[in-house]
């Protein structure tokens, strides 16, 4: 062999030499993050979707339809997904629902599952020897469909005559219930006595059916309290799954009272969104930035056809999703294994409708609730919930009179509280208008509005790109990049949260309270208290303490204070209207226009019950009222109230001064003069003759011509 050819022949050997070598080198290097990666691509888990349809029998309360049933139960068959039916007990009590049901369940065990579907109806109520107190109009009312809206001795009955039913029919008990609240002894009785795995509650929402359901977990599946379902507890044993009915939008359903923002059909529907909107809201809850996402989605077979068809359609996408392994089905078993063990979770969420853009953040730890939000560049909690497991549910102990409320307590609560127009009550006003009322509670509104909300600002963000969201062991972290190029990490943990770099000077605390709210704030220069004053203790309190740039939100509780808060507190934290011990002092009656002409137009009288706590309170019964003289006609008091301000409208055709006395149940009497003037404009001979009268038609006219200018009243 020649030099050139053993030249030739060391460099070939020399180069494949290197390039191994470098090969080998970048293996070694690399294949840490490249086993990461695929290891990251291998656990990845597609999102949880679970589908529970509530079925309702024929009986008077919004009776359902077997066709429509069959829709749904057809529908899950075709597209092979497991669907879950909550069954009421009248569907229980027909031979033909329940022949069907037994038979789909033989020949398809794997999809078809059920559970009990709790509202107490009349052939329930008699079956279990309980009286029922509602009817085919007011059914659905907390306090006659809920278990908590019954005494506590007979709410076993009622729960024992339903899963006996059940039992007769499927041989077995079942693993899952449905009530959009129950309470929480209820609850506990049958997890100790049935085995019941998970139950089905509603979402968050205020006032919509006769119940408001607000501050409680954010979406996921959670734990329940043995104290207080509503509130989550991972120590105890032997707890519920909680799950929440239907999926809400994160951004838009916080302060909706208009039940637009979830994916039922006949919610998004109502506003004039379509099925483009489902999607969305579908897609963004499974491409959660922490895997797995989760979603569930149900319809009640007694809804109407339209929905029922476009409920089909949801199902058939879902179908999709599911051939591209986006999403999975677990069973009630495995689905209460996996978040058992998650006692934190973030449910995030953009604007799907028209808008500036903007992000939420719901964290929930089993200590605390955020609402974290970004309105383009501003940055702020607009919500703030305090969770403790020894919190007692408000109807342990106690039957609802009147609708139902759980209330979290909170220490930030921007969709209850924020700026409101003031009406300046200017000389005219606070001479000739009507007395200044102590302000009842505000209707919640969307904090996504125009309005000034309760909220915490911290500092203002460079840009939505750069929000960044990690999962650790124990926490969470979320980050963006400040508009001074500093990265600001919120770091959530099970008790608390961090936030660095800050500075106590950076937020701004913002609150648009009534004057005796009791929840109070102190600010130094390194710390923020919020607090919550019971007779001058703090029920629930959070602090933000600084130091050195790095801030901490700790909190701390007295749960047996929250009941002394819903008994004297009630508008602000168990907002049930219902009779209380009236207040001679601060009860109000006025007389609207103390003069009238008579034959024209009445007289009108505002009542406003106060209770010895300072707030506007209802009335057990009608007042009694006297007039002497008596005069032609008087209202009917039942017909003319306002939430708790009643009306009274007194007519008369003859000129008259009448002294009345409002007697209040209790024996509290409130007495005013009213005045029927003479028509002088067409009577003059008569006036003439009866100058005081006449005097009651000149302050008639007078008064007539302020309320016309200043008020805008016309006679």
């Known amino acids: 062999m020649s030099l050139i050819n053993h030249l030739r022949w060391f460099c070939h050997q020399f180069l494949s030499f290197c390039i191994i070598a470098i090969l080998i080198l970048l293996a070694s290097c690399c294949s840490p993050s490249l086993l990461q990666a695929q290891t990251q691509q291998s656990v990845h888990q597609p999102a949880q979707v679970l589908i529970i349809n509530q079925v309702r029998g024929q009986e008077c309360c919004d009776a359902g339809s077997l066709a429509k049933l069959k829709l749904q139960v057809e529908a899950l068959i075709k597209h092979n997904l497991p669907g879950f039916f909550s069954l009421r007990y009248d569907v229980l009590q027909d031979p033909v629902w329940v022949n069907y049901l037994q038979q789909l369940k033989k020949q398809h065990p794997q999809l078809i599952n059920y559970g009990l579907l709790i509202e107490i109806t009349p052939e329930l109520a008699q079956a279990a020897g309980v009286e029922y107190q509602g009817n085919e109009h007011n059914w ?123 994916s ?5 529907s109502g506003d004039g969104k379509g099925f483009g909107y489902f999607k969305k809201l579908l897609n963004q809850a499974i491409d959660q930035p922490l895997q797995p996402g989760f979603a569930l989605i149900g319809l009640e077979n007694s809804m109407a056809d339209n929905y029922q068809q476009v409920y089909l359609e949801q199902l058939a996408y879902l179908a999709e999703l599911k051939a591209q392994q986006r999403v999975s089905f677990p069973s009630l078993s495995a689905l209460k294994s996996f978040w058992s063990h998650q006692p ?223 008994e004297t507190q009630y508008p602000f934290i168990f907002p049930e209207q219902k009779t209380r011990e009236l207040s001679q002092e601060n009860t109000i009656l006025y007389v609207h226009n103390q003069y009238a002409i008579a034959g024209r137009n009445p007289v009108r009288v505002v009542l406003v019950p106060y209770d010895v706590y300072g707030f506007v309170t209802s009335l057990s019964a009608a007042p009694t009222v006297e007039l002497s003289p008596s005069v032609a006609v008087m209202s009917d008091w039942k017909k003319a109230q306002h939430q708790s301000i009643q009306y009274l409208d007194f007519s008369h055709n003859q000129p008259q001064k009448t002294q009345l006395t409002v007697i209040l149940p209790g024996g509290l009497t409130k007495k005013a003069t009213i005045y029927f003037a003479p028509n002088c404009k067409q009577d003059k001979a008569y006036c003439l003759r009866h100058p005081v009268q006449a005097w009651w038609y000149l302050k008639t006219v007078f008064w007539d011509k302020v309320r016309l200018k200043y008020f805008g009243e016309k006679q």
């Open 140 to 262: 659905y009312e907390a306090q006659h469909v809920f278990t908590l809206g019954y005494e506590p001795a007979v709410r076993q009955q009622l729960l024992d005559t339903l899963f006996k039913a059940y039992f007769t029919k499927f041989d077995q008990y079942p693993q899952f219930t449905t009530a959009w609240m129950i309470d929480t002894p209820s609850l506990n009785y049958l997890v100790d006595k049935y085995q019941v795995q998970v139950h089905q509650i509603t979402r968050e929402q205020w006032g919509v059916d006769s119940y408001s359901l607000d501050g409680g977990p954010a979406h996921y599946p959670y734990l329940a309290s043995q104290q207080w379902l509503f509130v989550p507890d991972y120590q105890a044993a032997n707890q519920a799954l909680i799950v929440r009915q239907t999926l809400t939008d994160p951004l838009e359903n916080y302060g909706d009272t208009s039940s637009a923002f979830t």
């Open 264 to 268: 039922q059909p006949n919610d998004y």
């Open 344 to 566: 934190i979770t973030v449910y995030a969420g953009k604007q799907l409708t028209t808008g500036p853009e903007q992000r939420v953040y719901w964290v929930t730890t089993p200590n605390y609730r955020v609402r974290l939000r970004f309105n383009q560049d501003q940055v702020f909690i607009d919500d703030l919930r305090v969770y403790d497991s020894d919190f007692v549910d408000p109807y342990s102990q106690y039957q609802a009179v009147s609708k139902g409320h759980w209330v979290v307590s909170y220490l930030i609560a921007g969709s209850l509280w924020y700026e409101q127009p003031q009406t300046e009550r200017n000389l005219v006003l606070k001479l000739f208008g009507p007395p200044e009322l102590v302000a009842l509670p505000p209707e919640p509104q969307q904090d996504t509005g125009e309005h000034q909300f309760s909220r915490l600002k911290l500092p203002p963000a460079q840009s939505s790109s750069s929000l960044a969201v990690q999962q650790h062991d124990q926490t969470v972290e979320l980050s963006y990049q400040q508009k001074n190029e500093q990265k600001l990490t919120i770091t959530f943990g099970l008790t608390q949260f961090k936030l660095s770099p800050l500075d106590i000077t950076s937020v701004d605390y913002q609150a648009f309270l009534p004057a005796n709210h009791p929840l109070v704030h102190q600010q130094n220069h390194h710390s923020l208290t919020l607090k919550w004053l019971v007779n001058d203790q703090a029920s629930h309190q959070g602090q933000l303490e600084c130091q050195q740039q790095s801030c901490q939100f700790s909190f701390t509780t007295q749960p047996e204070l929250l009941v002394t808060a819903r």
